[in-house]
């Protein structure tokens, strides 16, 4: 399992009655890592997990799979409001032939570190899958610190990355600080990569990639590789779309974006509802002035290869 990279958190595509339009997906997949990601993020928040039912969590994941065909790692995201689902299903994810977990901390439920320590390592340990731990304070009120992140990492092998999402890029390098390689660390805040890249981060869990695919991994590539004109020259481009990605109603936000792109459409399910009005209008402004001003220096798409 590679946890470097562009790895997408990958949307939840719904036909017109919201149910799931598997056949978008797979060639959503098949986009994203033809377009340089180095995997799939399945169900996470972005992916509308919560929305769905055990049966479409686990048909999602089995698309996933099937979709990249060996071409690259697929990561099950696993949450639940019980530690015995989430258990559940991160079994049924590495029966499926998922590659890795991201373990998040329950739904609803803020508890405090004996108890969220005990909900992850259930998770950790239910498998031989490679873990990331999904640190997310700001979503769901539960803040795993560097000390504690220090403390699952030396008593579960399997632990083997963290999504770091808590907005302060000063996390990463703390995270660094005390656990040297031992982890790796992905940046989960879109508006941050070029930030946390700077002291320590190797991967971005990256929700615009999902419509701008291309331009999400030139920009991390030049991030990691020191290209630093070629990089802030992307990032000043990008960051009224990469901003999209930190605010509540981010999942409409970044569909509205892939709709724009011709990526997909902008369908969620409540209780998510759809922009409308002058938010509609105001958002499309921002995102097709975006789509028009792209630098050239970006290139261009690798279109689905249809294998």
Not at 14 to 23: P, Q, V, Y
Not at 191 to 204: C, M, R
Not at 215 to 229: A, H, K, P, R, W
Not at 255 to 279: H, T
Request: aromatic share 6%.
């Amino acid at each position: 399992m590679n946890w470097k990279g562009v790895m997408p958190a990958i949307t939840t595509c719904f036909n017109n009655d919201l149910s799931i339009d598997h056949a978008f997906m797979v060639k959503h997949c098949r986009l994203l890592l033809d377009n340089g990601c180095t995997g799939i993020v399945a169900l996470g928040s972005l992916g509308e997990g919560a929305t769905l039912t055990v049966e479409e969590k686990v048909a999602v994941l089995r698309t996933c799979v099937k979709s990249v065909h060996g071409c690259g790692p697929v990561v099950a995201a696993i949450s639940a409001l019980s530690t015995a689902e989430a258990v559940s299903l991160a079994k049924v994810a590495m029966n499926l032939g998922c590659d890795g977990l991201m373990v998040l901390p329950p739904y609803v439920y803020k508890g405090d570190w004996r108890e969220m320590k005990a909900h992850v390592a259930a998770v950790f340990k239910a498998t031989s899958l490679p873990c990331m731990l999904y640190n997310n304070p700001v979503a769901y009120g539960t803040d795993f610190l560097p000390e504690q992140i220090r403390e699952l990492a030396a008593e579960h092998e399997n632990l083997a990355a963290v999504k770091e999402s808590s907005t302060d890029v000063r996390r990463v390098s703390a995270i660094r600080a005390l656990l040297g390689s031992r982890l790796e660390i992905c940046v989960g805040v879109d508006d941050a990569v070029l930030e946390a890249i700077g002291v320590g981060a190797t991967g971005w869990i990256a929700g615009l990639a999902n419509a701008l695919p291309h331009e999400s991994v030139e920009l991390f590539n030049c991030g990691i590789n020191g290209e630093t004109d070629k990089a802030f020259e992307i990032y000043r481009w990008f960051l009224p779309l990469l901003r999209m990605d930190t605010v509540p109603n981010f999942v409409q936000l970044i569909k509205l974006v892939q709709a724009e792109a011709g990526i997909g459409n902008a369908r969620v399910r409540p209780p998510r509802l759809e922009l409308v009005g002058q938010e509609l209008d105001q958002t499309r402004k921002i995102i097709r002035d975006a789509l028009q001003s792209r630098p050239q220096s970006v290139g261009s798409y690798a279109l689905p290869t249809g294998k």
